[in-house]
């Protein structure tokens, strides 16, 4: 009888299933793991096979709750840590392929019924297995999407508020007549102006990178592009007690990409230069040509990186140095900006100086 056979050789079956495990791709099952699915279910089809014997009534399509609980619990837990689908799959395959093989060892009996049984309750604990992995795995990803835009949000509701404080107050001050508007007030709410603007496109180009939107391609000349930014960026630069320098630009470098989030990229790359140089300190911007490429880049004097520290800048929400102000998502926004027009973003490091961000793009072929 099978039931009689799955009792007798159920620790040889479990260890040719944990045989059979170990030799699949990682990740490896812990203890905890291997506690559900195949050895419970083991007493579970022993348990089945035995009552179905026994009982007068036709159970052929009954299978018992036990061994769909078992099974989901079995599903979770192989998510937990790390497991594919695939993987969930073959537990259970792994176990009719050990019986298969003891049995035909053994030369034992396996009538047709009780095979049909064995696989009707495999059947359902991979299904039940199978969806309870899914089911999680679902959770998992809307929880933690969830937990991504609470935390974004929060971030920019703080920036806002923070921005919009200093500026309501400046404003106040200089209407009641405190203070002139060319004077140390009136710069505080230029700051804050220029803040709230910069804030708001760093998020326009985070929601359009973070939804997929496709990149509305246009030949932009770099010189033009960057002109537009002077005027903001040298205020900003006076602002924190900075020099920028930028230098001179052919009118032939251009590039077929989208203005906004190029521009978005740029911008964001001397925000981060202002708040890490130090105080009168010196930013560069230039572009230059470099084959069938053009370089923008961005130099600064933070005083260089720690090693080992380069891609961590691209982290979104990782922040660095003493100034904890914004949303740490500026690197990590202009580097998808940039790789969404086909080009790339790195950084080098200037030991003991500071760091060269450089936007690399293909240069257009129109003029």
Do not use: W
């Not at 590039?255 to 001397?270: H, P, Y």
């Not at 925000?271 to 140089?277: D, G, H, I, L, V």
């Not at 961005?298 to 090693?307: A, F, K, M, S, T």
């Amino acid at each position: 009888m099978l039931d009689d056979f799955l009792a007798l050789n159920h620790d040889e079956l479990v260890k040719r299933c944990k045989a059979k495990v170990a030799k699949r791709a990682a990740p490896a099952p812990t203890a905890r793991v291997l506690q559900y699915g195949v050895p419970i279910l083991l007493g579970q089809l022993v348990d089945t096979l035995r009552s179905e014997r026994t009982e007068e009534t036709n159970a052929a399509d009954r299978v018992p709750i036990d061994i769909g609980m078992t099974a989901g619990k079995h599903g979770k837990e192989l998510l937990q840590k790390g497991f594919t689908i695939d993987q969930v799959v073959h537990d259970y395959g792994d176990l009719c392929q050990a019986l298969t093989e003891l049995a035909h060892e053994q030369k034992a009996m396996i009538s047709v019924d009780e095979f049909h049984t064995f696989n009707r309750c495999l059947d359902n604990a991979i299904a039940d297995a199978v969806t309870e992995f899914g089911r999680q795995r679902d959770r998992g990803i809307s929880e933690e999407r969830a937990h991504t835009m609470n935390e974004r949000l929060g971030f920019l509701a703080h920036e806002l508020r923070n921005l919009l404080n200093g500026a309501f107050l400046a404003f106040h001050i200089i209407k009641e007549g405190n203070a002139p508007v060319g004077g140390a007030t009136g710069a505080v709410l230029g700051r804050s102006l220029i803040g709230l603007r910069d804030l708001i496109d760093r998020s326009l180009a985070d929601v359009r990178l973070t939804h997929g939107l496709e990149p509305q391609r246009e030949v932009v000349s770099i010189r033009e592009l960057i002109d537009d930014l002077k005027i903001s960026a040298e205020m900003e630069a006076m602002a924190k007690d900075l020099t920028l320098t930028v230098a001179p630009i052919d009118d032939d470098f251009s590039v077929e990409a989208d203005r906004q989030m190029i521009s978005s990229a740029v911008s964001n790359l001397l925000q981060n230069a202002f708040k890490f140089t130090h105080a009168q300190g010196h930013v560069l911007l230039r572009a230059r040509a470099a084959a069938d490429r053009v370089l923008i880049e961005v130099e600064d004097e933070c005083g260089g990186l720690p090693p080992g520290k380069t891609e961590e800048l691209f982290q979104p929400f990782e922040q660095h140095g003493g100034d904890r102000t914004g949303l740490g998502l500026g690197l990590s926004i202009s580097r998808r900006g940039v790789e969404a027009n086909g080009g790339v973003l790195r950084v080098h490091d200037i030991a003991g100086k500071g760091c060269v961000f450089t936007i690399d793009l293909p240069r257009s072929s129109h003029p």
